[in-house]
């Protein structure tokens, strides 16, 4: 596929490369952030989180519980990074204490912290819960932090999906572009 017939939505400098080159460089390229998704429901959210975290440079995306997810909103660039399944929260969890990250999971539950008030790890993965019901009380026993991302207006909560893009840039501002918070 040459440069000219690319109609795929990656940035130019990856036009006519094959999707294994664009992998291959991306993975070199890896900062270090990863995510999970608790998926009881097939929540129709996850592909644009998955979108998100492609955007934002993450290279492992874990899927707790159902393999079936709604791609769709991921607009084919699950194919650019690595989709991991894990059929519980146990083993989830085990995986990660293995590779000594740690569990913070998003989510305005009682007992969650400001994300303004905190920092956020480098060796993290960043858990999702679905829309409506959150994170499962297992992933919120099982979390080293829970955060919720201060809200201003009248709603109860803000879509999971906007607030994984939030969360995942707000961890890329701390971790890797290096902005500092005023006081």
Request: charged share 25%.
């Amino acid at each position: 596929m040459t440069e000219m017939q690319d109609t795929r939505n990656v940035i130019d400098k990856f036009k006519g490369r094959s999707e294994a080159e664009i992998v291959k460089e991306l993975d070199a390229e890896d900062h270090g952030l990863v995510i999970a998704l608790e998926n009881t429901e097939r929540d129709f959210n996850m592909g644009t989180i998955v979108r998100s975290a492609n955007a934002f440079g993450v290279r492992q995306v874990y899927v707790i519980g159902r393999r079936q997810w709604n791609k769709r909103g991921a607009m084919m660039t699950d194919k650019y990074l690595h989709v991991q399944y894990v059929s519980s929260t146990a083993e989830f969890v085990e995986l990660m204490r293995a590779e000594g990250r740690a569990i913070i999971a998003i989510d305005n539950i009682p007992g969650s912290v400001n994300m303004a008030e905190t920092s956020l790890p480098r060796r993290a993965v960043l858990v999702f819960g679905q829309e409506g019901p959150g994170i499962s009380e297992e992933m919120a026993q099982a979390a080293d932090k829970i955060i919720a991302i201060e809200q201003f207006g009248s709603t109860r909560s803000i879509n999971v999906g906007a607030a994984a893009t939030v969360a995942m840039y707000c961890w890329l501002q701390q971790n890797v572009l290096g902005i500092i918070k005023s006081s």
